[in-house]
């Protein structure tokens, strides 16, 4: 049974950057997040690094960085081989909030990373990458009602390949079943919910170009799907009592993109990374000459002896090799500009158990640059295409609406404090 | 050392790849499609659950716990096989080979072959014992367990449920009707033949789709498929490689990938050509995998397993319809009857021994293609004309057994060329798959002779002999073929079998 603490409603909007969220609910086209920002304080919020939905939700939900959760990105290599695995809610080392007493019982919808579900006090639907719906939901016998509902963990953005309009209506049938899904779902009892929306940074990622391009093709489908957005928003919060904390927050930011850098393609054309056939299939074809690689977007791993099979870096090479490729990656410029806006050590980045599996180096990408980590690459530029979009780190937004004047947010928030937040909304007592 | 011919085949070749959809980082996007080109894998083992998602090309078998060394490359632990005609010549062989080795086999068949024989009036010459005692004695002598179901695979639900049941990670199709002059004795055989093999295979195709997409499928055709091209161009294995060119009115078009063309010898010929645009369409339409397989004539009775007690033994068919061409001759010396080629006997043709037969489906079972991928192999281990192993059998018999062997000249029954140029190109199995022949013909003859010249055996031809001489024309005229000539072959020094000695006797390759 719902206890007497305050209930919190946690709403994620994947992707949606500070400027954007502020300039819709501003004009007009998000009436009801208008309404509500009038109600808290709405922040501007530092992603993780490298600003990736996997890692960052991880952290928002654990309030941990990533050498505790030990999640670096939607792919790893498994521990002394070159197996690329896709680390998932199994993998996550830190505890997420609903795991908590303290949040009684939760629903949790569709936050990336939390696949498979396990047993927990409350209802939990995983978001991508969820490739089985089956084991997606706990409990099991929810399945049938979320297929009978239309429910799909996630836009099949394949269908962007084909036709845009497809991708968009495909995009709305998403948000309208998720939707319908979580407004069933606050029928049930609860202290904590949590509901994520994700179409927003599939739409981005095609579309970014047409939010502030009024003449864009599909301009209006777009306003009118952050339109679709807010009215679910507000049918989830008409169902509400008004005594909840409310919290509502994107993982990261977004911007435009102009090229993509393929950072392995980089690595290879300056001696850094070679493999035994061409093209590689996998990184099991790394050849031991290597001394780096990366993993999506930009982690760079030095290839250790002793930590990979045919890994030769040894340890008192380790400080050169980051030299060399710090320097090469500082250097590295198109059309004039460099395309790395800062490079971080493993050191500055993680603390605590997990640190050890992190990348030695994440590389920022500069403004309008994308990172991207493909081995086949055959070029280490391309222009941007059909992908026009890109994640930023530096404007995710945070917007806290809580009942209790006493507690604090930090002015410039980042997702590892959100965490705190909501423990703190979560430990007042309803009036 | 050398590397197994497998060791660099990755999970995408893997029956226990399950395939579960793919991501595109850059749309943060998963798609539950399990084949496209864009974005990146994602798949989970149905062996080793404990991996999570993973990138199917990140472990290859060599790497893999589940794949272990073995004589013929790294061999599936357990690996399931499913056998269809399990009860046939071939089959039977099979079961037995795949069994001693390791794998879990388990088998389908009706008996068909057993009836048609019979509808010939004829019998396997070796004797054979009924399915029950052949299981029970793979069990006590070879302590190999054999799951076997007796049913028709054009009953689909029969198949479904087994498949269903057994989980086979590969499946060697033997299941068909295998005689061209079954096929050409009138319309209602024609029919039977194509009927029985095409919608057998049809919808064995239809239940992978739906219960094992992951199984590869190892499909028997024939060399047969191709006919003998009179212009002498090269046999290709299935498809043409990727430098052929079409010359055409001053222009050219790369052939690289497309099917080479097949000019099938009879309706059982034309039945296995369909089978083949089956299979080659499921692959495409389904992402099956597949080897179809153009098998020379096989020849030969003997593997350890089926010797190793007579309830063991495999079938020896020596009749017009189902006997093949050396089998015949050689049961044909024991019983003195002339050995009877077609025409000239220039007829050339692709052949392979029982053993080596063995280890080429071996070698195939363990090097899956990937999920989509038809391929086809050529699995000859040599090409001779019928004319010159009617003279090595003759010679062989007489020198080694002393047997008196005539050959005789027939007219030919079937429209075929009987001197034509034969090029066929046999590669992936040696090359690719580490195929080594381990059985000269020679040796092969002088095996099957010692086990024919047997008295209860040569009892067993001579009960048959009335059906072994060619009655089935083309043609469709019910009369007797005509002798043309007959002739004795002059011996010559012993050939020394068993030793190393000179071989300079021995057949040689075209």
Not at chain 1, 173 to 191: K, N, V
Not at chain 2, 74 to 85: E, T
């Amino acid at each position: 049974m719902p206890d007497k603490k305050v209930r919190v409603v946690i709403i994620g909007l994947d992707g949606v950057p500070y400027e954007l969220i502020r300039d819709l609910a501003a004009k007009g086209v998000m009436p009801v997040l208008n309404d509500l920002f009038c109600e808290g304080a709405l922040f501007k919020m530092a992603s993780s690094v490298p600003a990736v939905s996997s890692v960052a939700w991880s952290t928002v939900i654990t309030g941990e960085n990533s050498g505790v959760h030990g999640i670096f990105g939607f792919t790893d290599v498994a521990d002394s081989s070159y197996r690329l695995v896709f680390p998932n809610f199994a993998n996550l080392k830190a505890t997420p909030f609903w795991e908590q007493k303290l949040f009684g019982r939760s629903v949790i919808l569709n936050v990336p990373s939390t696949y498979p579900a396990r047993p927990m006090n409350g209802v939990h639907i995983a978001g991508f990458v969820a490739p089985d719906l089956g084991k997606a939901v706990y409990p099991p016998a929810l399945v049938e009602r979320l297929r009978s509902w239309g429910y799909e963990v996630d836009v099949d953005a394949s269908t962007a390949h084909q036709s845009m309009e497809l991708f968009l209506r495909k995009l709305n049938q998403t948000l309208e079943a998720r939707t319908r899904t979580a407004l069933a779902l606050l029928e049930e009892p609860w202290d904590t919910f949590m509901a994520v929306f994700t179409g927003t940074d599939r739409l981005l990622h095609f579309l970014w170009p047409a939010v502030t391009d009024s003449g864009h093709p599909y301009h209006q489908e777009v306003v009118e799907y952050f339109q679709s957005v807010d009215r679910s928003i507000g049918q989830l919060i008409e169902c509400l009592k008004g005594d909840e904390a409310l919290v509502m927050l994107s993982d990261h930011g977004f911007e435009g993109m102009r090229v993509q850098i393929n950072v392995n393609r980089f690595l290879l054309e300056n001696g850094f990374l070679a493999f035994r056939q061409a093209p590689p299939r996998s990184l099991n074809d790394l050849a031991e000459e290597s001394v780096a690689f990366a993993l999506d977007p930009a982690r760079i791993y030095l290839h250790r002896e002793g930590r990979y099979p045919r890994g030769k870096v040894r340890k008192d090479q380790e400080e050169k090799v980051l030299q060399q490729l710090e320097k090469a990656f500082s250097e590295l410029q198109v059309e004039g500009r460099p395309v790395v806006a800062r490079i971080y050590r493993k050191e500055e980045l993680y603390r605590g158990p997990e640190t050890y599996r992190g990348p030695d180096l994440v590389l920022v990408p500069a403004e309008g640059v994308e990172f991207k980590a493909g081995l086949r690459a055959e070029t280490v530029t391309e222009p941007a295409t059909l992908f026009r979009g890109k994640h930023r780190g530096d404007n995710a937004f945070l917007f806290v609406r809580a009942l209790a004047s006493d507690w604090t947010v930090s002015e410039a928030p980042s997702v590892e404090d959100v965490k705190a937040v909501l423990v703190k909304l979560r430990e007042a007592e309803r009036a | 050392m050398q590397q197994e011919h497998n060791a660099q085949k990755t999970c995408w070749n893997c029956p226990a790849l399950e395939l579960r959809g793919h991501v595109d980082f850059r749309a943060c996007g998963q798609s539950m499609r399990k084949f496209m080109s864009e974005g990146q894998a994602m798949a989970e083992c149905k062996r080793r659950p404990e991996l999570g998602l993973f990138d199917p090309s990140s472990i290859t078998f060599e790497e893999c716990p589940e794949w272990e060394k073995g004589p013929y490359g790294y061999q599936l632990r357990d690996m399931r096989v499913l056998i269809l005609g399990i009860d046939g010549y071939l089959g039977w062989t099979l079961a037995l080979w795949l069994g001693s080795l390791g794998f879990r086999v388990a088998g389908v068949d009706n008996f068909n072959r057993r009836r048609w024989v019979k509808e010939e009036g004829s019998h396997s010459v070796v004797p054979i014992a009924p399915m029950e005692e052949r299981i029970r004695a793979a069990k006590e002598v070879l302590e190999i367990d054999i799951v076997f179901r007796e049913f028709d695979i054009l009953d689909n639900e029969k198949l479904q449920a087994f498949i269903e049941e057994f989980q086979p990670e590969a499946i060697v199709h033997y299941a068909e009707c295998p005689s061209a002059p079954y096929s050409m004795v009138d319309f209602e055989h024609a029919a039977y033949v194509q009927h029985n093999n095409v919608i057998g295979t049809l919808g064995l195709l239809f239940a992978m789709r739906d219960l094992a997409p992951e199984a590869s499928l190892i499909k028997l055709g024939t060399m047969g498929e191709y006919g003998t091209p009179l212009t002498g161009r090269p046999i290709f294995e299935g498809i043409f490689p990727a430098d052929a060119v079409l010359h055409w009115n001053g222009r050219e078009w790369s052939m690289g990938g497309e099917l080479t063309p097949r000019d099938p010898v009879s309706f059982y010929h034309v039945s296995k050509v369909q089978d083949t645009f089956n299979v080659y369409e499921a692959c495409k339409y389904w992402w099956l995998r597949s080897y179809d397989v153009m098998q020379g004539v096989i020849y030969g009775v003997h593997t350890d397993q089926v010797a190793a007690d007579p309830r063991l033994r495999t079938r020896f068919d020596v009749d017009e319809w189902f006997g093949t061409v050396i089998n015949r001759f050689v049961a044909q010396a024991v019983v003195g009857i002339p050995l009877t080629i077609y025409g000239s006997g220039g007829q050339t043709r692709g052949f392979l021994a029982l053993r080596d037969a063995m280890q080429c489906m071996t070698r195939l079972i363990l090097s899956p293609p990937e999920p989509g991928q038809y391929d086809v192999v050529n699995q000859i281990s040599g090409v001779y004309q019928v004319r010159e192993l009617a003279e090595t059998v003759a010679r062989i018999a007489a020198e080694e057994f002393g047997l008196e062997v005539e050959i005789q000249r027939l007219e030919n029954p079937r429209v075929e060329a009987d001197e034509h140029p034969y090029e066929v190109v046999y590669e992936k199995l040696p090359k690719q798959m580490g195929f080594d022949p381990q059985v000269t013909l020679e040796e092969e003859v002088y095996e099957m002779l010692k086990l024919l010249t047997q008295p209860h055996i040569r009892e067993r031809i001579e009960a048959i002999r009335h059906v072994i001489l060619p009655k089935t024309r083309w043609s469709g005229l019910h009369k007797e073929v005509e002798v043309l000539e007959r002739y004795k072959v002059k011996p010559r020094k012993a050939v020394g079998l068993g030793s190393d000695g000179d071989r300079e006797d021995d057949l040689k390759c075209k």
